[in-house]
Nanobody
Framework: QVQLVESGGGLVQAGGSRRLSCTASGRTFSDYAMGWFRQAPGKERELVAAISRSGRTTNYADSVKGRFTISRDNAKRSVYLAMNSLRAEDTAVYYC???????????????????WGQGTQVTVSS
């Protein structure tokens, strides 16, 4: 299995930028497709972005397209989420997750990810 640790959360002003990182330990990182999810108070957890094992395939929620970028560095066992033009509605706990099944495809379904980090809070002040 793999252990995931997120970092980079914090307080940012609306319109600002933030970069989240997720570092994995355990099994080979490149054996997993990865996703970033978020959960705001009172709301369901939702996919923000996902990336395939090689990094060639990505998928974004409509609400973040053009503002967020997911990337990965398999040598560093890390996946990143660059967030620009942040809005108050981006406020949430952000989680990274690993999917051991898919290779060059990605899934948007929460229950198809096998391993999760503990989350990092991002708060956007308006």
């Amino acid at each position: 299995q793999v252990q995931l640790v997120e970092s980079g959360g914090g307080l940012v002003q609306a319109g600002g930028s933030r970069r989240l990182s997720c570092t994995a330990s355990g099994r080979t990182f490149s054996d997993y497709a990865m996703g970033w999810f978020r959960q705001a108070p009172g709301k369901e957890r939702e996919l923000v972005a996902a990336i395939s094992r090689s990094g060639r395939t990505t998928n974004y929620a409509d609400s973040v397209k053009g503002r967020f970028t997911i990337s990965r560095d398999n040598a560093k066992r890390s996946v990143y989420l660059a967030m620009n033009s942040l809005r108050a509605e981006d406020t949430a706990v952000y989680y990274c997750a690993a999917d051991r099944l898919r290779v060059e495809r990605v899934t948007v379904k929460v229950d198809e990810y096998d391993y999760w980090g503990q989350g990092t809070q991002v708060t956007v002040s308006s």
